[in-house]
């Protein structure tokens, strides 16, 4: 028989909807079970346990647009960030080669069923790179919406630990909600756990820890997105590259996808005059997307508090004129105008 403290746990996990609590004091019963020389019990408790596990994570993937998504794990709030987005690719402006990478993971995830009649596995492990405001978290984001899942963003800076072997354990808990909780799963500035290189902290455990995501996201197999996001690609172990199904480029905007984002930015709005998109690409020249729409949104602020009804294009170049272009290594927090 289980001792009353598991039993409970049990009725406790069940109550905060902590489903991997749940299923590792099941786990735990089925052990001692086993201990107690119960090996036909312990058994079928562990077949019940692993069907459970199954059918849950089928049926997230057979209705993920009408299945909630409970809050991820009471320890794993420390570390994860929950978003559920609006957005799809179509809010976004995308150079064709992103788009084309980007397209594929969303038809192969909304066709995973048919892939896997023929053992095949849909892509869902990507690695952006790419200068900042080029739209990488808004990629992981856009994934999300299209799909119907949430967004969990990792908190790097939550999961490196000065005790030794806790960034791991940590980790691992990551990759088991992963199992638990489909969604995409957003590792964000990556190159902080992804480099070696020595940022004050210990770098023995950044190691570490950069051993133990190698291992992690090689042996995973749940039906979660993992979206990997750097700045700094050529700071990132060669190692890591081959363990995504994609490693997608973000490029800063070219003259078409300048006006295509100006566009984007300003829609629902009239300009007093048609704005002269080569002038304003020319400004734009170094900036990125986020410089853009930002730029689009000071002009509608202008427009507003001036109480006219049309948009001013000079309001737009007269911001992005403003604007600094990029460096590497900054995020786009950290650039200054
Ligand atoms: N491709 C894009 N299409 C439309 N808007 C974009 C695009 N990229 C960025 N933006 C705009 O810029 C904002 C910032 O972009 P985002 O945070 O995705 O950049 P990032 O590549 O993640 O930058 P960082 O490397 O600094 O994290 C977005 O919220 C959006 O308003
Ligand atoms: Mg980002």
Not at 7 to 22: G, Q
Not at 181 to 196: K, M, T
Not at 319 to 332: R, V, W
Request: aromatic share 6%; hydrophobic share 40%.
């Amino acid at each position: 028989m289980a001792a009353a403290d598991q039993i409970k746990s049990l009725i406790k996990s069940y109550a905060e909807d902590d489903e991997h609590r749940f299923f590792a004091t099941a786990m735990q019963i089925a052990a001692s079970e086993a201990r107690q020389g119960h090996t036909m019990v312990a058994q079928e408790l562990k077949q019940l346990i692993e069907k459970a596990k199954k059918d849950k994570s089928v049926a997230f993937l057979e209705s993920p647009k009408t299945v909630s998504i409970s809050a991820p794990k009471r320890e794993l709030k420390e570390l994860i960030e929950v978003f559920n987005p609006r957005i799809d690719l179509r809010d976004m402006v995308l150079a064709p080669t992103v788009k084309e990478a980007l397209t594929k993971l969303i038809h192969e995830q909304k066709n995973w069923e048919l892939l896997k009649k023929h053992n095949l596995s849909p892509r869902r492990k990507l690695l952006l790179t790419g200068l900042p405001g080029t739209g990488k978290t808004m990629t992981a984001q856009a994934i999300a919406g299209e799909l119907g899942l949430s967004v969990y963003i990792i908190r790097l800076d939550g999961l490196m630990s000065k005790y030794l072997g806790e960034s791991i354990a940590k980790l691992r808990m990551i990759f088991d909600a992963m199992e638990d909780h489909r969604a995409v799963y957003l590792f964000d500035e990556f190159d902080s756990i992804g480099s070696h290189r020595d940022r004050g902290q210990d770098i023995g455990e950044i190691k570490r820890v950069l051993n133990s995501f190698l291992i992690n996201i090689e042996k995973d197999q749940s039906n979660s997105i993992i979206v990997a996001a750097t700045n700094l690609p050529e700071s990132l172990d060669r190692a890591l590259f081959r363990r995504f199904d994609d490693v997608v480029s973000y490029p800063l905007p070219d003259l078409q996808e300048v006006s295509d984002t100006i566009k984007k930015a300003t829609k629902g709005y009239s300009f007093s005059k048609k704005p002269n998109y080569a002038k304003i690409a020319e400004l734009a020249v170094g900036l990125n997307y986020s410089d853009i729409t930002k730029a689009c949104e000071e002009a509608i602020k202008e427009m507003i508090l001036s109480g006219s009804m049309k948009l001013d294009s000079l309001e737009i170049q007269k911001s992005l004129s403003k604007k600094a272009p990029l460096k590497y290594g900054q995020t786009e927090s950290q650039k200054t105008h």
